[in-house]
């Protein structure tokens, strides 16, 4: 079936300190990953997002990794900042046109 | 535009009345999504349109649910006869034709009481 799994499900860093979420999914004909930031009371924000003949990509702080062999991604921010503190939700599509999430990660950046 | 609108931001409503959501998309946007977000979950599929036809719907969508979209530019999500498990946060996303880079609007969150 469609299935992404995310971990963790909470996540505190130092700031300054680096943070990583992984998610692995199901079907090997995905070929489109974004990762979302949700802030309280807001809808999800795509912050960046790979297809699938794509190893790597960076944008400024954030980067996420793609790994087709074993099916899974991951969602890399360095030198975070309090501003970071948000629920991030990885996603993947399976050759259709909707997206199918993660349940989550609550990121939250120590002062 | 400023992005993807939704109309309104809260409902409270009774156990067995009808709501209906608004959603505004970005105006060259030509595809429009509707997702569910319950609490400390990931957003769930429930139907796409792309322009005035809707092309999907999930099975999370009973027959109390229905969605229009009459000249492929704002949208319409109905719940009919509404129960407390319909009370989730429902998101409308739209893109460009190239599809699934979506914008979220902020989601109209339903409590049904």
């Known amino acids: 079936g469609e299935n992404v799994e995310q971990h963790p499900s909470t996540l505190s860093v130092q700031e300054g300190d680096s943070a990583v979420i992984k998610c692995t999914y199901s079907d090997s004909a995905s070929n489109y990953f974004p990762w979302y930031k949700q802030e309280l009371g807001k809808g999800p924000q795509l912050i960046i997002d790979?297809?699938?003949?794509?190893g790597e990509k960076k944008d400024q702080r954030i980067a996420v990794t793609l790994n087709k062999t074993a099916k899974h991604f991951s969602l890399h921010i360095t030198e975070t900042q309090p501003e970071d503190s948000a629920v991030y939700f990885c996603?993947?599509?399976?050759?259709?046109?909707?997206?199918?999430f993660g349940t989550g990660t609550r990121l939250t950046i120590i002062p | 535009d400023t992005g993807v609108s939704q109309n309104p931001r809260h409902k409270i409503t009774k156990r067995g009345q009808n709501v209906t959501f608004r959603c505004d998309p970005i105006s060259e946007h030509n595809r429009l999504y509707w997702y569910r977000q319950t609490l400390g979950q990931g957003p769930e599929f429930l139907t796409y349109f792309q322009n005035e036809a809707q092309l999907e719907k999930s099975r999370l969508l009973s027959d109390r649910f229905s969605a229009e979209r009459p000249k492929g530019s704002f949208s319409t999500l109905e719940i009919q006869r509404t129960e407390q498990g319909d009370s989730a946060m429902y998101l409308c996303?739209?893109?460009?034709?190239?599809?699934?880079?979506?914008?979220f609007g902020s989601g109209t969150r339903l409590t049904v009481v």
């Open positions: 996603a993947a599509n399976f050759g259709n046109e909707k997206l199918t």
């Open positions: 790979i297809r699938s003949n794509v």
């Open positions: 996303a739209s893109s460009r034709t190239s599809p699934l880079s979506y914008t």
